[in-house]
């Protein structure tokens, strides 16, 4: 089992820590280079979802883990007690665009929006 965890804070500037962790995570994952920019694109996207919720998000965790051809990867959220003024995103049309990079996508959430994102995509054989 291959599996990798990080956390970063929830800010529009670390995004670019976490493309970077899954640029090297589809590299292990024996993943074309097209997939590696599906997977980057759906992360993308995951992360505008999740940052962009009724509380304020104190943190973001990456987790990665590679086992029989699939890559299974779990954005989930911190949030802290306090909330925030910003414009929700619509978790329907953030789950049809991280659909249309990753075979397989799933959304859990509450009354305060989205918390995680959980996407499983083909990985190479070893």
Same mark, same amino acid.
């Given at each position: 089992?291959?599996?990798?965890?990080?956390?970063?804070?929830?800010?529009?500037?670390?995004q670019l820590v976490l493309r970077s962790a899954l640029n090297g995570v589809g590299v292990l994952?024996?993943?074309? =280079?097209?997939?590696?920019?599906?997977?980057?694109?759906?992360?993308?996207? *995951?992360?505008?979802?999740?940052?962009h919720q009724s509380h304020l998000i104190q943190h973001i965790e990456l987790v990665c883990e590679i086992e029989e051809e699939v890559l299974s990867v779990h954005l989930s959220v911190e949030r802290a007690f306090s909330t925030q003024?910003?414009?929700? =995103?619509?978790a329907? =049309? *953030?789950?049809?665009?991280?659909?249309?990079? =990753?075979?397989n996508v799933r959304l859990e959430?509450?009354?305060?929006?989205?918390?995680?994102?959980?996407?499983?995509?083909? *990985?190479?054989k070893e």
């Open positions: 089992m291959n599996k990798m965890t990080l956390s970063i804070p929830a800010k529009p500037e670390w994952a024996k993943m074309s =280079v097209d997939m590696i920019d599906d997977l980057r694109s759906a992360a993308d996207e *995951a992360f505008n979802l999740l940052t003024h910003c414009v929700p =995103v619509d329907e =049309v *953030a789950h049809l665009i991280i659909g249309s990079f =990753v075979t959430g509450d009354s305060c929006g989205i918390y995680s994102v959980h996407m499983k995509l083909p *990985a190479g």
